[in-house]
């Protein structure tokens, strides 16, 4: 009788928003069988306005990390971003590192996961995407530039029912990233874990030499590379690929998922 050897899985806990549509299955699809993934989310502040609701929900967060009740996790992250372009990032970096050892677990927020990820990957100038209210916008640019990007261009989107990373469907994404004219060479930066992304990126890096990140993405990628202890690139995969007999998963359309053991794929070049 043959025993099959058996791969070690790390386990991430997933901290989100109470109404994000996108954060956990496009997580899901990007850890794959690598990692098991483990949500708790924001209480419900029905009635605040957004400003307040966001600064809710970082003071929630250090309470927060405790939601697990004890439950092993190699890696935490907080997949919203919003709440985070309150501050400043220094301030991001801090709480993170307060938060992971009090939790006993290496924590990120998905501003930081995308802050290293785009150290990973040698980017210094991006293509600010983001769903937000023009205010938030400002403050999202405002940290990125604090953090020692350039911002060469902010694309501002919308959905038809208003501001609502929650609301923007991935063709009205699609179309407004095109009608803003952004470089052929662009570092592209979708902002916001509630955008619906990996339906996009291969759209918008078809017939071009731009390297697309994502909230998303990038969250994935540190939580992949802490869960697992091991070295996780980004890097570029085909857009359509065949899915294994066995333990495969099926790409989102256009966009990245890896298979077990390669790297978490960001769409485009990888810069030189």
């Known amino acids: 009788m043959r025993t099959r050897s058996v791969v070690s899985r790390g386990r991430v806990g997933v901290i989100v928003a109470p109404a994000?549509?996108?954060?956990?299955p496009e997580l899901t699809r990007?850890?794959?069988?690598?990692?098991?993934?483990?949500?708790?989310?924001?209480?419900?502040?029905?009635?605040?306005p957004l400003a307040e609701r966001l600064e809710s929900?970082?003071?929630?967060?250090?309470?927060?990390?405790?939601?697990?009740?004890?439950?092993?996790?190699?890696?935490?992250?907080?997949?919203?971003?919003?709440?985070r372009y309150l501050l400043g990032p220094d301030e991001?970096?801090?709480?993170?590192?307060?938060?992971?050892?009090?939790?006993?677990?290496?924590?990120?927020?998905?501003?930081?996961?995308?802050?290293?990820a785009l150290a990973h990957v040698g980017v210094s100038d991006i293509v600010l995407v983001s769903p937000y209210q023009p205010?938030?916008?400002?403050?999202?640019?405002?940290?990125?530039?604090t953090a020692g990007l350039t911002v060469t261009q902010t694309v501002q989107v919308r959905a038809k029912t208003g501001y609502s990373s929650y609301a923007v469907t991935?063709?009205?994404?699609?179309?407004?990233?095109?009608?803003?004219?952004?470089?052929e060479d662009a570092v592209l930066l979708f902002t916001g874990t509630g955008l619906p992304t990996l339906p996009v990126l291969g759209p918008l890096s078809t017939g071009n030499d731009r390297l697309l990140l994502t909230s998303n993405l990038c969250t994935a990628w540190w939580a992949l590379s802490r869960a697992t202890g091991q070295h996780v690139t980004l890097s570029r995969?085909?857009?359509?690929?065949?899915?294994?007999?066995?333990?495969?998963?099926v790409p989102a359309q256009g966009g990245p998922v890896p298979p077990q053991g390669s790297p978490i794929p960001a769409q485009g070049r990888r810069p030189a």
């Open 57 to 83: 929900y970082n003071d929630e967060l250090p309470l927060m990390v405790y939601a697990f009740d004890g439950l092993p996790l190699n890696a935490m992250v907080m997949a919203c971003s919003e709440p």
């Open 30 to 48: 990007l850890l794959g069988s690598r990692a098991d993934m483990h949500v708790a989310r924001f209480p419900v502040r029905r009635g605040l």
């Open 170 to 183: 991935p063709s009205e994404l699609i179309s407004q990233v095109e009608l803003a004219d952004v470089p």
């Open 20 to 24: 994000n549509p996108s954060a956990e």
């Open 237 to 249: 995969v085909p857009h359509r690929s065949r899915v294994p007999a066995q333990g495969g998963h």
């Open 135 to 145: 205010w938030l916008t400002e403050l999202a640019e405002r940290f990125w530039k």
């Open 92 to 116: 991001d970096r801090e709480q993170c590192a307060r938060l992971g050892a009090a939790a006993g677990a290496p924590f990120a927020s998905s501003t930081l996961a995308t802050r290293e």
